[in-house]
């Protein structure tokens, strides 16, 4: 089982850009499809993007589809998530998470998250 590590996070004007990364512990981190999700305060925790195991497939949510990025680079046991074009509203914890069975936009499928890291957007 891989462990997560996100780093990236920080406070940003709106329009701007962060790129998040999550480092995975361990020698199986490219049999795991990645997600990166959010939790904004008062709100549910939403799926955002998730990438297959090769890195040959990505999904995203609607609200952020041709702002934000994710990659991975499985030599360096890293996802990323290339954030452009910040808005308030993306303000939120972002999590990544790890699947050994799922390329899912959906958190129950997800085996391992990390601790995450906020974002914060200002206006």
């Known amino acids: 089982q891989v462990q997560l590590v996100e780093s990236g996070g920080g406070l940003v004007q709106a329009g701007g850009s962060l790129r998040l990364s999550c480092a995975a512990s361990?020698?199986?981190?490219?049999?795991?499809?990645m997600g990166w999700f959010r939790q904004a305060p008062g709100k549910e925790r939403e799926f955002v993007a998730a990438?297959?195991?090769?890195?040959?497939?990505?999904v995203y949510t609607d609200s952020v589809k041709g702002r934000f990025t994710i990659s991975r680079d499985n030599a360096k046991n890293t996802v990323y998530l290339q954030m452009n074009s910040l808005k308030p509203e993306d303000t939120a914890v972002y999590y990544c998470?790890?699947?050994?069975?799922?390329?899912?936009?959906?958190?129950?499928?997800?085996?391992?998250w990390g601790q995450g890291t906020q974002v914060t957007v200002s206006s």
């Open positions: 361990g020698r199986t981190f490219s049999r795991y499809a």
């Open positions: 990438i297959t195991t090769t890195g040959l497939s990505t």
């Open positions: 998470a790890a699947s050994s069975k799922y390329y899912s936009r959906y958190d129950h499928q997800y085996d391992t």
